[in-house]
């Protein structure tokens, strides 16, 4: 039995396409090789990578066989002969079969199975390319592989042993990426067992679950629930950290829809209320950080905040200008 994980490392996908995609890899590497059995099959994402890891592998496909109908016994022995030479066989070898036209001469050809090993250097690419994306471009130069984002490494190992193959121009290898910022910035080796290991070392959670947990962990009773955004930011985040912020309370005059929706909407924050229900002059940020120490990204998000919120009460105080009658 083997073990196989696949990772494809990118640029930051869409995060509304990465559990499609997800979907689609594991749909396509079940229909190429379904033959091998297996005893788990998962798939996970963050924005940078998407990964397949499959348990308990056949190293080899079943033999398979097949039955080739010949000429019918009453066609003569030179046709039994004929049929049997194609073969590469004799007439004595072969087998017979009834059928409503009567008794003919069979082949019972066998297949060997083919090894894993093969089959994935051969496989793969076609179902990397076969993810389906949305949206699409040429990033190599047009007539290369179409794909969501440049693909900049791939790791692909049965047992630790390397398959080799190319895509896009990459290679495939045992040695992937850490966080863009926080992670190392030299190729990390992994093998099957330690590559969550040596990611988590390198800021990265593999597992969407966990960042998701962790996202919810920093969220206080007073934070609004909003499923849709917490979604979007577990595809958002490698290394989810929430960082507090506050706006000016002039700005809780406005309509409690415009702030929402430009906290959620533009800004993916989440909105904190008071226990009666009422908005109140915080937010939530979740950054892809370890934290933020001095404070500079809560400075940030609060200057930005505070320039969408002044965008939106201009518009506002102008449209009360507007007579309806």
Known sequence: MADFLLEIGTEEIPDWMIEPALENLRTNFQATFGEF???????EATPRRLMLLARDLSEKAQDSQTVIPGPYVSAGARAAEGFARKHGTIVEALGRMQDPKGERFVFHQLTQGRPLSGMLSEKLPEIISG???PKTMYWAGKGSMRFIRPIRWIVALADDQVIPFEIAGVKSGNTTRGHRILGSKE??????????????DNYVIVHASERK??????LGPEVQRDDDLLR???YLTEFPTAVDGSFDPSYLELPREILSTVMRHHQRYFSVQYP???LAPE????TNTDGDPDGLIRQGN?????ARFSDAQFFWNNDLQVNLA
């Open 37 to 43: 059995g297996g005893s788990a099959l998962v798939t």
């Open 131 to 133: 993810i389906h994306f």
């Open 187 to 200: 190729p990390l080796p992994v093998t099957i067992e330690n590559y969550e290991h040596v990611l988590r």
């Open 213 to 218: 947990r962790v996202i919810e962990a920093s």
């Open 232 to 234: 979007t930011l577990v």
């Open 276 to 278: 009666d229900g009422s």
């Open 283 to 286: 937010f939530v940020a979740i």
């Open 302 to 306: 609060e200057r930005v905040l505070r």
